[in-house]
């Protein structure tokens, strides 16, 4: 009983990490890319525990003794009296390029928090909070002309916030090959922008708070073909994010003036994804994925840009040398993956595309189960220098902390 009170107290403490990674999300940015200025920003890059160091791939892998959150059909093969944590962290370092001109970024806070358990004995539970968007960028010195004259004025505009992802994953076993699964996300946030206006010599402030919510459905499926061959998928199904905004206008600093209006919902598109993982031996491991999401059908646009269909592909590779040996060395997962998606909006004629490398390591931190440490990094490109875009180079370190405990077992006495 003393047994389970603590782990109930460590699940109890989850919760408030949670409630409190909830309440600061909003306000930490995790990325300063000059893209994230559009639609709800720039799409999270990070998910939870080992699969980071993929290149986003690992819909196919069998949960084994780690959370993964890209598939809920996988935690249909949780093992039983299984309690999994993970908490995760986030640094990057940005290089923006445009016309011979560098500028570097640095930001970094909290990733992800997860909790996965068995409720069956053919199935589990998980839930995640991990970023679904990241908005961070900064605009300065903007001439514009003011209509009906032959004045112009200046104006410095900043944005902050992002939305989040709070999921449920439920997953089942059919059998010893099938296994099903369905993902409910609630995806909230908030995004800010603050414009500053110089003109003549007044000044105005112009601040825009926009919330946004929402639900999203994912059922999945994991095969095992053979066993050491597994397909899996899921489906991100189509939805609508309501949204309000706040906004605030004073002039010279005077008392402000606020208004509130509702905003036209945003459209998130379907997307279907595919992959397969397979295990060559116990020391090598190698995972595909391929998704394509289907923008076009929303008919959205942005001030700027329009919203198209994009495809995605990550591959991943995972190296260990003993699984079971005496050596420290040999118990180390050696990661490599690669992604790359052909992105999802165009700007003057041009796609936004991304491409990254990444590696990883998990080093085991106990003896008596699987927890582990994984790091990662990624070195990664976003646009391109061409009429007016910005090029983006990026670095990324991610922590995660894996942890796997035993529930409702006895204590054996000597």
Not at 52 to 60: E, I, M, P, R, T
Not at 191 to 205: A, H, K, N
Not at 232 to 237: A, S, W
Not at 327 to 352: E, H, M, P, S, T
Request: net charge negative; hydrophobic share 35%.
């Amino acid at each position: 009983m003393r047994y389970m009170m603590s782990n109930l107290l460590i699940y109890g403490a989850l919760l408030i990490i949670c409630s409190v990674k909830t309440a600061t999300a909003q306000s930490n940015n995790l990325s300063s890319s000059p893209y994230s200025l559009f639609g709800l920003g720039v799409p999270s890059d990070i998910s939870v525990g080992k699969t980071n160091a993929f290149g986003k791939s690992g819909l196919a892998l069998p949960f084994e003794n780690s959370i993964n959150g890209l598939n809920p059909a996988a935690y249909g093969g949780i093992l039983s009296n299984r309690f999994l944590y993970d908490l995760g962290a986030k640094f990057e370092t940005e290089t923006l390029i445009e016309d011979g001109n560098e500028e570097g970024q640095v930001n970094g806070n909290f990733s992800n928090i997860a909790i996965a358990f068995p409720i069956t004995r053919r199935s589990g539970l998980g839930i995640t909070l991990i970023p679904f968007t990241n908005v961070g960028y900064e605009v300065l010195g903007i001439e514009s002309s003011i209509n009906g004259s032959s004045e112009s004025f200046l104006a410095n505009i900043t944005g902050s916030g992002g939305l989040n992802d709070l999921k449920l994953n439920y997953g089942h076993s059919f059998s010893k090959k099938l296994r099903l699964g369905l993902g409910i996300s609630y995806l909230f946030g908030k995004i800010e922008e603050e414009e500053i206006d110089l003109i003549g010599g007044s000044l105005l402030s112009i601040r825009e708070e926009s919330y946004y919510n929402g639900f999203r459905f994912t059922p999945g499926f994991q095969y095992d073909l053979t066993k050491n061959i597994s397909i899996g998928g899921i489906v991100n199904l189509p939805s609508e994010l309501d949204g309000s905004q706040t906004r605030t206008v004073a002039v010279n600093a005077l008392e402000p003036e606020e208004s509130e209006s509702e905003l036209d919902a945003f459209k998130l598109p379907l997307e279907a994804s595919l992959g397969v993982y397979v295990r060559f031996n116990e020391k090598l491991s190698f995972t595909l994925d391929y998704k394509r999401s289907f923008w076009d059908e929303t008919d959205q646009n942005d001030q700027i840009g329009d919203f198209v269909d994009q495809d995605f592909v990550g591959l991943g590779l995972e190296y260990t040398p003993k699984v079971k040996g005496l050596a420290y060395w040999q118990r180390i997962n050696y990661r490599l993956g690669f992604n790359y998606d052909n992105g999802n909006l165009v700007i003057d004629g041009n796609k936004i595309s991304n491409t990254a490398i990444n590696f990883g390591f998990g080093l085991p931190i106990s003896e008596r189960n699987n927890s582990m440490l994984n790091l990662h990094y990624s070195y990664g490109q976003r646009g391109l220098v061409s009429n007016g875009l910005i090029k983006e180079n990026y670095h990324i370190l991610t922590f995660n902390i894996s942890l796997e405990d035993l529930w409702f077992v006895k204590r054996k006495l000597n």
